[in-house]
């Protein structure tokens, strides 16, 4: 039983966990996770799932996903008969009153929906995966020299079920480099795996690059794949004006996680948002939603 902090009622809900009873199956059982490592965390299994999520026969799974899982239809662009297959579906824009955001440039927001732990003062070459496993920063991006210039900055990990939006954007104005890419596995990034797989974002699939902000410096960006994650999709442009909640990309099917890191004094997270995140809960956000603000 996952618990994720309301930050409107200020209560815990429990998260409805789709697949809940193959993940523990996946990670738990010594036949699971036997099977996980001989094929589910492999490409493969992950390639053919996505490809089946782009033919017009996963269709059929649509109406029954949004009934178990209660999604709100009404803030989506499309209507159910407009989506050719599951993906379509999964990779849904939503109206631009759906996610308000917050345009002041002193205050930081979401990239994206989705489960949010907050950390500062980290330590480049201990950072938290969950409690007991970390994992550093030079071993996540492969870049030793970008990693060190973090030292003591802050951390902000979204989790994304497959449940949610899942687009994610920029936080602020201004430019970004290109993305780098660094193949890997396809465990899934559920905290039942993250509490069993050593170092699981080093090990999966990712895509990072450096954010140029105007209010918050150099920004990481990283897009960790997961498990049935067909493909991670970059639609902004290198080394062109950004403006603040433009979309940076999208992932296809499957829970997935996005990574900030920001250099030390550059921004103050929410204290409701840290609080939770020392007491080990994760806090539910939408893009948009202010999370911070500029340090000064």
Request: hydrophobic share 30%; proline share 3%; aromatic share 12%.
């Amino acid at each position: 039983m996952i618990k994720i902090y309301n930050r409107n009622s200020k209560k815990y809900d429990t998260e409805n966990v789709a697949g809940g009873n193959y993940i523990k199956w996946c990670y738990e059982s010594p036949i699971g996770k036997s099977f996980t490592e001989l094929l589910i965390k492999k490409k493969l299994f992950s390639k053919v799932y996505g490809k089946y999520c782009d033919n017009n026969l996963s269709k059929n799974k649509i109406s029954s996903f949004i009934n178990d899982f209660d999604i709100d239809m009404s803030i989506c662009k499309n209507n159910l008969n407009d989506f050719r297959n599951f993906n379509d579906f999964f990779i849904r824009e939503l109206n631009d009153d759906a996610r308000p955001i917050d345009m002041d440039t002193d205050k930081l927001i979401s990239p994206g929906d989705g489960r949010l732990f907050a950390y500062t003062d980290i330590s480049v070459n201990d950072l938290v995966q969950v409690k007991d496993i970390t994992y550093s920063l030079a071993e996540l991006i492969q870049d030793n020299d970008i990693a060190n210039e973090y030292e003591g900055g802050v951390c902000l990990i979204l989790r994304l079920c497959p449940t949610d939006y899942h687009r994610f954007h920029f936080v602020d104005y201004g430019t970004c480099e290109k993305t780098n890419f660094i193949p890997g596995n396809y465990y899934s990034v559920n905290p039942t795996a993250l509490e069993r797989v050593a170092k699981l974002y080093c090990q999966n699939k990712r895509e990072w690059c450096v954010f140029h902000s105007e209010n918050f410096g150099d920004i990481i960006h990283v897009e960790v794949g997961a498990t049935c994650v067909g493909s991670i999709i970059q639609n902004y442009k290198e080394n062109k004006p950004i403006s603040k909640g433009d979309e940076k990309g999208y992932f296809k099917f499957g829970g997935s996680t996005t990574i900030l890191f920001f250099k030390p004094n550059t921004i103050i997270v929410d204290e409701d948002i840290l609080t939770q995140s020392s007491l080990g809960f994760e806090t539910k956000v939408n893009m948009g939603e202010t999370i911070g603000k500029k340090y000064r």
